[in-house]
């Protein structure tokens, strides 16, 4: 009674049309869900996103909530996540997804959520790294640890847009080290990002994560883009 009487004077509204939507429901309204059509990426193990990587990373799972396409709802949340002070939506997008992988008991064996880090300084600017929200969300919903602490971005690298894959991959290929490999060996971690594009951050984020000792390796994204 009181989470109704909470939404007539706080109401809650879609993160991507701001129209009011119902409760106990994901952070859209149906109709912007329904637009940006989840992928089913999670029911298998051969897909686009995997595709992304092959011969690259290899893999146990490879998955993304959405296809990424431009003038959609679906850019417009990620517009708002990366440039408009919006964490909060990255954490619900995880949240939401989490959930949905849960009930497909996909990912259930995950010992850590690793983000992919951003520069300090960047993360200084922006308030927050919006790879980090997402995978808070999604570790909230797998009952798991998300940190930002086993990776870290050292060198601050220009922007990416414009760039091959093979340019992006030799900008960001040395940018990154990892920390604590004791605590991660022998284990399934789940590497996450906003948008896989080319998929060169990933990859080089993930050859680092593949020198530790008998480690899984899983990624995961808001979006595939392409
Ligand atoms: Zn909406």
Request: glycine share 6%; hydrophobic share 35%.
């Amino acid at each position: 009674m009181l989470k109704y009487l909470i939404d007539i004077i706080y109401p809650h509204l879609c993160a991507a049309c701001a129209e009011r939507k119902p409760l106990e429901e994901s952070c859209m309204c149906m109709s912007c869900y329904h637009e940006m059509a989840p992928s089913s990426y999670h029911e298998t193990t051969e897909n686009k996103v995997k595709d992304r990587f092959f011969g690259r990373l290899k893999l146990e799972y490879a998955i993304s909530y959405f296809n990424f396409s431009k003038k959609t709802a679906l850019q417009h949340l990620i517009h708002k996540l990366k440039y408009e002070n919006s964490p909060e939506i990255g954490r619900e997008l995880g949240r939401d997804y989490g959930r949905l992988l849960r009930e497909a008991q996909v990912l259930s064996d995950i010992d850590y959520i690793i983000p992919v880090p951003l520069h300090p300084r960047k993360k200084r600017i922006r308030g927050y790294n919006q790879a980090e929200m997402f995978g808070q969300g999604l570790a909230e919903s797998l009952g798991t640890l998300c940190s930002s602490t086993y990776l870290v971005r050292t060198v601050h690298t220009k922007t990416q847009t414009r760039k091959s894959r093979e340019d992006r991959f030799a900008n960001v290929q040395y940018a990154f080290q990892v920390n604590q490999k004791e605590t991660l060996k022998g284990k399934h971690l789940l590497l996450v990002d906003d948008v896989i594009t080319t998929g060169a951050t990933m990859e080089a984020c993930g050859l680092h994560l593949q020198e530790i000792e008998d480690v899984r390796l899983s990624v995961a994204a808001i979006a595939l883009a392409g």
